[in-house]
């Protein structure tokens, strides 16, 4: 029996390998299309989401596919890996262990090739390195050519081996006149002679001939060899394809599909539907749908299309089959609307139209909707007649969101009393109900809400995405406290971690580094109190509560939490600038306890920021909190270091000695180099300023190590 799927497959990726001029997201990211690259949207049906992640999440649930998504860390309250965007480690995950390569002497072609007396330094494959018409001149249909000799009583031995030869020969770029020239003794009539014209057409074709090929195919179109009949009916379709763009190559090498000849698509579309009329289970029947999607997108056929993506994107037998049609949907049909979104349902695809129409709520870069509610209501006879009304409804909620229209989403949900496992459109609704809430600042009413909702899920994702939303509530409504309280039901340690930094109390800090539920949270919360301590000058405070690490057995260590590491303040002052002499840190913040205006321990203190750069570091855990991040948002974040002030407190000291002065003086002006910007912290001076402390070094200190340094200001 012919196998067809070596050759469908190929022809299947002439159109996945279609240029990748879009994806909708992908930047500084993981390649979606990778096995290691998981859904990084949130667990709801959102503009703002990847259409990737919507469409994907669409089907699978229809499908009961399972989903790419993260998995959920051992331990949520230590950890802060589970949020809502790309995770760096995806990349690093190493490569599933590839199959065991099967045994090229138990391969059918390698079975073909015995067979047919044909040796194994007589072929040349490299299936990896084939593209354009040519990615079909491969292992697969070479093996489907010899299958067809094989099943073929009609030739004798010497004759299959002499069209294998020449098969194999084409592998290598024999040309149609090689190929003609050494089966030319056999006689004009014979059925042998017949697989030589078949030959001799692909040959055309691969060189790109594409009259040759048309006018030999569509002679064997008619043979009496019915492999050769059928394979002939799917080339001409192919050939009037790759006629159809062989002028298609824009200004720098990219195509272009405006300069794709319609009369051939036309011609290679009625080709396609003739094979698939006269072979509706051929062996090239996959591969010709997959080409009508294709012909379709070069006669920029965009219902039509949408409605082969529909059916092929339902058909879908396994997560994966969907995943790589998903992909190849986003690279010709998402690119098409990348700018210009879709405002209209297309008939034969309410899924597609769905999809696209939520991509329409996205705002755009002015900042507006480009789906109107009188676009969206005239969609509406799309989703009723394909009893997919429910989508529609969800269109309608997301625009009532985008507009501000809160009472609406309100009067129309009503809270769920429970809740599937994995129906993300009923709990997109509900999350929908619960925006509405902190859209009207109703916040006791949102936090009860929230609560409930974290209680009836039945989904890591669903409820990590919940915990974010009351995180938010509970910030917005100034309880802060609540997050942190024993019965709290926001345990992700990445949310508590970003609310700690950015709007604890020292007092609440100060509880948290004693009573916080486990090692990591306590570790934030006293390298945020020491830093904080630090930089709003409470000297003494910051004596007594770095004691509080004897509360912690031990502090955590590591990548993860090198944002939080507590031994930086375990500085020795070896590491301050050479020629300046500094104690510890400890040493240096005792004598400002005491003398917050020493300008020796002022400028040691600079050095300790300086050279390790210690801050609350809102940076390392910023990506995929949802609307946590707008929620703890402050002006003037705590926990930055400014240097600058206090080299402008010692420059301007009546009393401070002049080494202190002279070095003051010399770190103030390097704040600002080489770049000119103010890398110390505090408000930029302007340059006027910058040259005066320049001056001042070198007229009133000129014997000093730090004028005798400095050549220039910035």
Not at 665 to 680: F, Q, T, V
Request: with cysteine; charged share 20%; hydrophobic share 40%.
């Amino acid at each position: 029996m012919v196998r067809k799927i070596p050759l469908a497959f190929a022809l299947c990726t002439l159109l996945t390998a279609a240029p990748q001029a879009f994806a909708s997201f992908d930047m500084e990211d993981c390649k979606w299309s990778d096995d290691s690259c998981l859904l990084k949207g949130t667990p709801t049906f959102n503009p703002e989401n990847d259409s990737r992640d919507n469409l994907l999440r669409l089907l699978s649930q229809e499908k009961s596919f399972t989903l790419p998504v993260q998995s959920m860390p051992a331990d949520i309250t230590r950890s802060r890996d589970f949020y809502f965007a790309y995770h760096p480690q995806w990349d690093q995950a190493a490569p599933p262990p590839a199959a065991a390569p099967a045994s090229a002497a138990d391969s059918p072609l390698s079975r073909q090739m015995a067979e047919l007396n044909i040796g194994a330094d007589e072929i040349n494959i490299n299936d990896a390195e084939l593209e354009n018409r040519h990615v079909s001149n491969n292992a697969g249909s070479v093996s489907a050519f010899f299958a067809a000799l094989l099943a073929d009583s009609t030739l004798t031995a010497e004759q299959r081996q002499a069209l294998a030869q020449a098969r194999t020969g084409m592998l290598s770029g024999a040309t149609r006149e090689q190929i003609e020239s050494s089966l030319a003794t056999f006689p004009a009539d014979s059925p042998a002679h017949s697989y030589t014209n078949y030959l001799a057409a692909a040959a055309s074709f691969y060189a790109g001939d594409y009259a040759s090929a048309e006018r030999d195919f569509t002679q064997l179109a008619t043979s009496d060899r019915p492999w050769l009949a059928e394979t002939a009916q799917y080339m001409l379709m192919r050939t009037a394809l790759n006629k159809s763009s062989q002028n298609s190559v824009g200004e720098y090498g990219d195509f272009n599909i405006a300069k794709i000849n319609r009369e051939d698509a036309t011609q290679a579309q009625t080709l396609a539907q003739a094979y698939l009329q006269r072979f509706p289970q051929g062996l090239y029947a996959d591969s010709a749908r997959s080409m009508l999607r294709r012909i379709n997108w070069y006669l920029q056929a965009w219902p039509q299309l949408a409605g082969l993506y529909e059916q092929t994107l339902q058909q879908s037998a396994d997560a994966q089959q969907l995943r790589e049609i998903v992909i190849e949907y986003d690279n010709v049909f998402g690119m098409q609307f990348f700018e210009g979104p879709v405002v209209e349902a297309f008939p034969d695809a309410p899924l597609v139209s769905y999809i696209e129409l939520l991509r329409a709520l996205r705002l755009n870069s002015d900042y507006k909707l480009t789906l109107t509610q009188e676009q969206l209501d005239a969609s509406k006879p799309v989703f009723e007649q394909s009893q997919k009304l429910p989508l529609w409804r969800d269109l309608q909620l997301n625009l009532w969101q985008a507009t501000g229209n809160y009472a609406a989403i309100i009067q129309a949900v009503t809270p769920a009393q429970k809740l599937a496992a994995h129906d993300t459109l009923a709990f997109s609704e509900q999350v929908l109900y619960g925006e509405a809430l902190m859209g009207q600042k109703n916040w006791s009413a949102a936090r009860d809400f929230w609560q409930q909702l974290l209680k009836l899920s039945q989904d890591n994702e669903q409820q990590q995405y919940v915990q974010a939303k009351l995180a938010a509530t509970l910030v917005y409504s100034g309880d802060v406290e609540a997050v942190f309280a024993p019965e709290s039901a926001v345990t992700n340690l990445r949310l508590r971690s970003q609310v700690l930094k950015t709007q604890a109390t020292p007092e609440l800090l100060r509880q948290q580094a004693v009573h916080g539920p486990n090692n990591e949270e306590r570790t934030i919360a006293l390298h945020t109190l020491l830093v904080r301590d630090l930089t709003e000058n409470r000297f003494g405070d910051w004596l007594k509560d770095k004691k509080l690490a004897s509360e912690i057995a031990p502090p955590v260590i590591g990548e993860a939490f090198n944002d939080v590491n507590l031994s930086t303040f375990d500085w020795n002052g070896d590491t301050a600038q050479a020629g300046y002499t500094c104690s510890s840190l400890n040493d240096t913040v005792t004598v400002l306890s005491k003398k917050a205006d020493d300008a020796h321990a002022l400028n040691c203190l600079g050095e300790f920021f300086r050279t390790t750069q210690t801050h609350v570091d809102l940076w390392k855990n910023s990506a995929g909190n949802d609307v946590l991040e707008s929620a703890i948002s402050r002006k003037e974040p705590f926990g930055q270091f400014d240097r600058q002030s206090y080299y402008q407190q010692i420059i301007t000291s009546p009393t401070a000695e002049v080494e202190d002065k002279s070095f003051a003086l010399y770190r103030a002006i390097m704040c600002y180099a080489p770049s000119g910007a103010n890398e110390c912290g505090g408000e930029e001076v302007d340059k006027l300023q910058r040259k005066g402390w320049f001056t001042q070094l070198k007229t009133q200190y000129p014997g000093s190590p730090w004028a005798q340094k400095l050549k220039y200001y910035w």
